[in-house]
């Protein structure tokens, strides 16, 4: 098996009230795991087996569905579950790297939290909103469709990913139903700043 399912870094219910338990085990344990059994058949076999997911994102263009909605799925997962804390919420320090370089792109926290929320919320159907880090080092919001992300060769605008949202109803119909704003609103309590910051610094190295 070339990757593995990541456990999550906390428990299912840890990030209750803003995420509810069942919805945290269902996502990981059956969507999350399908994803990366699935990857897993994909590449099998083939020269894909032994690359990186990100090697294997970049060039994603040149393999098939499986590859892409699966790939996509895996690696997704895997940063969403990182990016979230029951310790997390508030905003970076202005002081930090990523929070100069939140300052110079947005003006201030309050307009990334509109420019994300407004990517979350207008994804029509199935998609992912994102912050990212483009080759300048410059911050910029952005959303893809499915299981798609901005590392893709295929995707509309290209970065690294150092936040990212998963509005499938899947993570959060059984809570929040049709109410998609409330909660993009209730991820903001949950987000983990300090590893966001952490990768922001690793892009930018
Ligand atoms: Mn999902």
């Known amino acids: 098996m070339a990757f593995k399912l990541p456990d999550l870094p906390y428990d299912f219910d840890a990030l209750q009230p803003h995420i509810d338990k069942r919805t945290m085990k269902i996502h990981h344990d059956k969507h999350h795991a399908g994803y990366t059994n ?8 083939t020269d894909l087996a032994k ?5 294997i994102l970049k060039k994603v263009s040149k393999h098939g569905a499986a590859v892409r909605n699966n790939g996509g799925g ?64 410059n911050l910029f919001v952005t959303s893809t469709p499915n299981q798609d992300n901005p590392l ?3 995707a509309e605008k290209k970065g690294t990913p150092i936040l990212g949202l998963d509005v499938w109803e899947h993570a ?4 929040y139903q049709n109410r998609r704003p409330d909660y993009v609103a209730a991820f903001f309590n949950v987000i983990n700043w300090d590893e966001v910051s952490k990768r922001y610094n690793a892009a930018t190295r």
């Open 152 to 154: 893709m060769d295929v």
């Open 74 to 137: 895996y690696y997704n997962h895997a940063l969403f579950w990182r990016v979230m804390s029951p310790n997390g919420g508030g905003e970076p320090s202005t002081k930090s790297k990523l929070g100069r370089a939140m300052t110079k792109a947005f003006g201030d926290f309050e307009t990334f939290k509109a420019k994300f929320s407004a990517a979350a919320g207008t994804r029509f159907g199935s998609g992912w909103a994102w912050l990212c880090v483009n080759r300048a080092g």
């Open 38 to 45: 699935k990857l897993n058949a994909a590449i099998e076999g």
């Open 172 to 175: 959060y119909y059984l809570k």
């Open 51 to 55: 690359k990186s997911i990100e090697d």
